[in-house]
């Protein structure tokens, strides 16, 4: 049995199959999955989406890299979508200097208000590094966001990064990143990642697993993502699914 800790179901390529999307689910024994919240205008259709079945829950956030010049989201508005009880986290907030040009003061802006937010509210983050590893770990200590706690999702970082993620608190996820011919600096990170500090994920509908790269990602697809940690790790896929399961089960409160 495996989570899907982080996707996207409100996204068209799988919201306009979602029955068939839960079915493969089933079929492949992905018991739940978290799909994310990216922006204040589409959080109704997260929240719709997990609210379609039991096994579906969601996160309450803005994606570092969505620029608004108009309008920021607020403590008070993320600590409101927080108190329904199919949001389980807070995010994807983070850093992400990939796309972005001159000053960047404003995705810090947010993300110190998305861990203050996660402090009060006493959820988990999901935090989005790009580029963006050495500011990212400051403000996570600056801000105190040990205390909710979290995971680095799709995580590509050095190994250096991932250690000082966890010694915050935090846990690693692995998406079908680890799973690709080139990614051998990534592989060596799972390596040396404890296995009961780690989660998978798809981040569907992108980066599809081997060997289904190339296609739209669905949440049925995440046991290849744990078979690539397995490998990476000279362990079972039963040892992934097993910890990793339980590991998101206990980080989201399923």
């Not at 089933?26 to 204040?40: F, K, R, Y």
């Not at 896929?237 to 409160?253: K, L």
């Given at each position: 049995m495996l989570v899907d800790s982080h996707c996207h179901l409100d996204f068209p390529e799988l919201r306009s199959d979602?029955?068939?999307?839960?079915?493969?689910?089933?079929?492949?024994?992905?018991?739940?999955?978290?799909?994310?919240?990216?922006?204040?205008?589409?959080?109704?259709?997260?929240r719709e989406v997990a609210g379609a079945s039991a096994n579906l829950w969601c996160s309450a956030?803005?994606?570092?890299?969505?620029?608004?010049?108009?309008?920021?989201?607020?403590?008070?508005?993320?600590?409101?979508?927080?108190?329904d009880d199919k949001v389980v986290a807070i995010g994807e907030t983070g850093l992400d200097y990939f796309r972005v040009e001159g000053d960047t003061g404003w995705q810090r802006e947010r993300f110190r208000t998305h861990i203050r937010a996660a402090r009060k509210c006493g959820k988990p983050l999901v935090i989005h590094t790009r580029n963006a590893a050495e500011d990212t770990i400051r403000i996570m200590r600056e801000e105190g966001a040990a205390e909710a706690g979290g995971?680095?999702?799709?995580?590509?970082?050095?190994?250096?990064?991932?250690?000082?993620?966890?010694a915050?608190?935090?846990?690693?996820?692995f998406s079908g990143i680890v799973t690709f011919k080139n990614a051998v600096a990534l592989k060596e990170v799972a390596r040396r990642v404890p296995l009961e500090r780690m989660l998978v994920e798809t981040d569907s509908p992108y980066l599809a697993p081997v060997p289904n790269r190339g296609r739209p990602n669905r949440p049925g697809w995440v046991p290849l993502v744990g078979a690539g940690v397995a490998m990476a790790k000279g362990v079972t896929?039963?040892?992934?699914?097993?910890?990793?399961?339980?590991?998101?089960?206990?980080?989201?409160?399923l």
């Open positions: 979602l029955a068939g999307v839960l079915s493969r689910m089933g079929d492949n024994g992905v018991t739940h999955a978290l799909t994310i919240s990216t922006t204040l205008e589409t959080w109704p259709a997260v956030g803005v994606h570092p890299d969505e620029r608004r010049d108009d309008r920021e989201a607020t403590l008070e508005d993320l600590l409101a979508m927080a108190r995971v680095m999702h799709c995580f590509t970082e050095t190994w250096e990064v991932a250690e000082a993620a966890i915050e608190g935090f846990h690693i996820s896929t039963e040892a992934v699914e097993a910890a990793t399961h339980s590991t998101a089960e206990q980080v989201f409160s």
